[in-house]
Nanobody, 123 residues
Framework: QVQLVESGGGLVQPGESLRLSCAAS????????MGWFRQAPGKEREFVAH????????YYADFVKGRFTISRDNAKNTVYLQMNSLKPEDTAVYYC????????????????WGQGTQVTVSS
């Protein structure tokens, strides 16, 4: 069993930055690849980023490439999502999740999810 708690969301203006954190507990954090998804109002949850157990490799949705960076600190059992150059269309609830297998950009490849943190980008 893995418990995930996100933090760091908030209200920012277009072009600003935020860093989301996701603290994990209940299992050996370094055993799991991790991911971030998001869900905007009225839309389905979508893949944002994925990082391997060691943090050596990461993968991103096309719409965040060059703006967002996923990272992890296994000593702190925490995964991060640094979001730069935020746009109004980035407004969503952001979820972190632990990966158990399959295609990394599919929701069904993740088995534990946090409660989400709201990110609002608006002037």
């Amino acid at each position: 069993q893995v418990q995930l708690v996100e933090s760091g969301g908030g209200l920012v203006q277009p072009g600003e930055s935020l860093r989301l954190s996701c603290a994990a507990s209940g299992s050996t954090f370094s055993d799991y690849n991790m991911g971030w998804f998001r869900q905007a109002p009225g839309k389905e949850r979508e893949f944002v980023a994925h990082i391997t157990r060691s943090g050596v490799r990461s993968y991103y949705a096309d719409f965040v490439k060059g703006r967002f960076t996923i990272s992890r600190d296994n000593a702190k059992n925490t995964v991060y999502l640094q979001m730069n150059s935020l746009k109004p269309e980035d407004t969503a609830v952001y979820y972190c999740c632990s990966y158990y297998g399959g295609t990394y950009y599919f929701e069904r490849s993740y088995n534990y999810w946090g409660q989400g943190t709201q990110v609002t980008v608006s002037s």
